[in-house]
T-cell receptor
Framework: NAGVMQNPRHLVRRRGQEARLRCSPVKGHSHVYWYRQLPEEGLKFMVYLQKENIIDESGMPKERFSAEFPKEGPSILRIQQVVRGDSAAYFC?????????????????FGDGTRLSIL | AQKVTQAQTEISVVEKEDVTLDCVYETRDTTYYLFWYKQPPSGELVFLIR??????QNEISGRYSWNFQKSTSSFNFTITASQVVDSAVYFCALSGANTGGFKTIFGAGTRLFVKA
């Protein structure tokens, strides 16, 4: 009964490189959410996806960031041409239905996060 | 607008002391959920509790207890007889129907140090 799996756990990139963060939701969950935690701050919502669809990307920077959740495989958060300010922990959450339990009794399940460091 | 305020940035206590972490929230929704998460030094998020807006009963789970008061928009968290293993950052969070029920708004967190 695996929970949300994120990999890698730690990722180091040099400025200008691309970072790809992967999130495998709980089996049977079709809703995925990405959050970013800057150092010494709380988590901030970035994007909400269902299978093959982006539902809400209002928290995601307009440039360099993209997210997908294909029919098969994990959800991917991609950051192109990374800069120092992208250094953060990126958390993924999943749920069987939207939200934190409004339509089900299950809260979002969070992965352990990917710590991205930009040199 | 939805907002969660954790006014205490850091708290330091000695083991076995009781400690209360404050959380004040703002929402115009009548239906919403409140949460507490623990983030230990290893960095993962540990779910502690979810409370819906229609259930104002206080809850106790071992050394943890939560006091939800809609009248003051507060959802405070008390650790009784604190232990060193309680040292972590604690986040209060809110998810309201107004946001479509899928965004969770987190407070900035309270860092708790429990000294032996």
């Amino acid at each position: 009964n695996a929970g949300v799996m994120q990999n890698p756990r730690h990722l180091v990139r040099r400025r200008g490189q691309e970072a790809r963060l992967r999130c495998s939701p709980v089996k049977g969950h079709s809703h995925v959410y990405w959050y970013r935690q800057l150092p010494e701050e709380g988590l901030k919502f970035m994007v909400y996806l269902q299978k093959e669809n982006i539902i809400d990307e209002s928290g995601m920077p307009k440039e360099r960031f993209s997210a997908e959740f294909p029919k098969e495989g994990p959800s991917i958060l991609r950051i192109q041409q990374v800069v120092r300010g992208d250094s953060a922990a990126y958390f993924c959450a999943s749920s069987p239905q939207p939200g934190q339990g409004f339509y089900s009794n299950q809260p979002q399940h969070f992965g352990d996060g990917t710590r991205l460091s930009i040199l | 607008a939805q907002k969660v305020t954790q006014a205490q940035t850091e708290i330091s206590v000695v083991e076995k002391e009781d400690v209360t972490l404050d959380c004040v929230y703002e929402t115009r929704d009548t239906t919403y959920y409140l949460f507490w998460y623990k983030q230990p030094p290893s960095g993962e998020l540990v779910f502690l509790i979810r409370r819906n807006s229609f259930d104002e009963q206080n809850e106790i789970s071992g050394r943890y207890s939560w006091n939800f008061q809609k009248s003051t928009s507060s959802f405070n968290f008390t650790i009784t007889a604190s232990q060193v293993v309680d040292s972590a950052v604690y986040f209060c969070a809110l998810s309201g129907a107004n946001t479509g029920g899928f965004k969770t708004i987190f407070g900035a967190g309270t860092r708790l140090f429990v000294k032996a």
